[in-house]
């Protein structure tokens, strides 16, 4: 079995996948480690890794180059956050892909943003196009408030059924979090749906009765992250003391026999 085939397999069995999403090789191999069934990446966690902000303007290259290091360092299959492609044009969004695809990624996300449906829609027809891969398409209705409250279901079935016609394999809706909206929009397409872990979201257990295959943790773990390089590096400027660094670090010697591995 391919690895896609395998990560495909993930959004339909009986448990809902819970992927804690990634920015780098060590970050990948931890949380392997821990058990994880696939990784994921998190777009604005790899940006900011690399330099850049979040949304659609890191260059492709540095992306392809960090898919390949992750899935040789994991054994486990390897989703990518794709944004939106990187292009408007859904010929070139998939040549930028191709990389990505002979890295060996087993899945990408791909948003809609405030773009026409009808292009999103293009773009997984472009990408089905050059090969198997796992399409986890992304509506943002909720985030950029695409649509009126009550009408906000309602629109993102009328695209969950676009873009299912087109070949994507998931539905991702992140901003969703009233259990009564996921549990219809759930119900409301074939495609097994993905939530994205914010304030007021449902625990992954709820998430799986209301009928949601997938539970994303997003940019969160990156922002945590970031915040405590900042508060340790703040407070060693501050007094210099080992203590200011020290407090609650895994030791050399674990991470060493993890990577050793």
Known sequence: MSTTSAFRELH???SILVLANVWDVGGARIVESLGAKAIATTSAGVAWSKGYADGNVMPTQLLAQLAAEIVQAVKIPVSVDFEAGYSDDPATVAENLKPLLDAGISGINLEDGTAPVELLARKIEAIKGIGDVFVNARTDV???????????????LRRASVYSSAGADGLFVPGASDPAEIGEIAKGTPLPVNILSLPGVPNSAELERLGVRRLSAGSGIAQVAYQLVSQLAGAFFADGAYSSISKGARSYGELQELFSR
């Open 12 to 14: 339909h069995t009986g």
């Open 142 to 156: 909720y985030l950029r408030g695409l649509a009126v409250e009550g009408e906000r279901v309602g629109e993102i």
